[in-house]
């Protein structure tokens, strides 16, 4: 048996959004809400399969977890973000430097992911707000002993675009890119990107977990028989 059975199905992320998967829509149910009040998150490695995948969450306190996105009239709180280097999904064949990931569930267990494009150039300035987060992931990677609690305040409204509810977007089925694979995730790729220094960039290429880098991406996979609704007005 594979070791992830969900990895064999037709249905997985990321893909390439192409002129030839993307269909128009013009979807007012498709509203969606976000707030982000500051957050306190803790990093941590929370998987089993670090060895082989690492990356660093960061974690909502689940008490007092205000961050949440309503989508198709249902709710699903914040349940970790996290980055990819370089992005996952390509838009008309680009990939771009990094992709965030913001993975909300619902009381059910549904998944919807969040995903925002970074674009490094060196015309961009930096960002207190993302080098402190990149601070705080190289910290909680940097730490050797089994428990490291590294906490930090954010405003997660940083890496988002300040009118989120009115933000062209991608929608599809897609599943989880780092294991189990797990289908029936709801995808809402942004079409905005964030613009992010080199420097930046640089230092979250530089954090190093036992020797390996963070947020490896996964390949691209067939959209098959999926459909892409480009959502640019709600
Ligand atoms: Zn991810």
Known sequence: MHQHPAALGINQS?????????????????????VTNEA??????ADANMEHEPNINGVPNPINNL????FRGKTYFLNQFHFHNPAEH??????????????????NGNGIVIARM??????????????????????????TSTKCDV??????????PPNLDAAPYYTYTGSLTTPPYQEGITWVVLQEPMKISLNDYAMFKSID????????SRKTFDVANRVVLEVDQH
């Open 40 to 45: 306190r998150f803790i990093f941590d490695t």
């Open 151 to 160: 906490n930090g305040v954010f405003k997660l409204s940083s890496f988002i």
């Open 90 to 107: 390509r838009i008309d064949g680009t990939l771009d430097s990094m992709e965030m990931h913001l993975v909300y569930k619902d009381v």
């Open 14 to 34: 990321p893909i390439d959004i192409t002129l030839t998967t993307k269909i128009s829509g013009n979807c007012v149910n498709n509203l969606f809400q976000y």
């Open 118 to 143: 970074f674009v490094a150039d060196r015309n961009n300035p930096n960002s207190p707000d993302l080098e402190l987060l990149f601070r705080k992931i190289a910290e909680r990677a940097a730490c």
């Open 67 to 70: 961050n949440f996105v309503t």
């Open 209 to 216: 977990y036992k020797g390996q880098k963070i947020g490896k």
